[in-house]
């Protein structure tokens, strides 16, 4: 099992940014992928960004060019750099790893709160 420790949340104005940040408790294959899904009251959780150990990332259309996600493979962290942030990007921002992403098998973090005031 893989420990996942997020940072970084809290509170903003629209258009305002912040930067969310993960740290794995070891590397391997259980962080071959890693990503950020958000669950906002009354809705599903959805799969914001993902990015894989070689590099490669997708993103969910709702945040394209806008959320930038990097990951550092030394310090077994994934960040996720969110600018012109929107009042609909409020929600609890879950960091998340696997082999592959999956809902049913990710290893989780704890959840950090992102609230954007418009």
């Known amino acids: 099992q893989v420990q996942l420790v997020e940072s970084g949340g809290g509170l903003v104005q629209a258009g305002g940014s912040l930067r969310l940040s993960c740290a794995a408790s070891?590397?391997?294959?259980?962080?071959?992928?890693m990503g950020w899904y958000r669950q906002a009251p009354g809705k599903q959780r959805e799969l914001v960004a993902s990015?894989?150990?070689?590099?490669?990332?997708d993103y969910a259309d709702s945040v394209k060019g806008r959320f930038t996600i990097s990951r550092d493979n030394a310090k077994n962290t994934v960040y996720l750099q969110m600018n012109s942030l929107k009042a609909e990007d409020t929600a609890v921002y879950y960091c998340?790893?696997?082999?592959?992403?999956?809902?049913?098998?990710?290893?989780w973090g704890q959840g950090t709160q992102v609230t954007v005031s418009s």
């Open positions: 990015i894989t150990r070689a590099g490669s990332t």
């Open positions: 070891r590397s391997g294959f259980s962080i071959n992928v």
């Open positions: 998340a790893a696997g082999i592959i992403l999956r809902t049913e098998t990710n290893n």
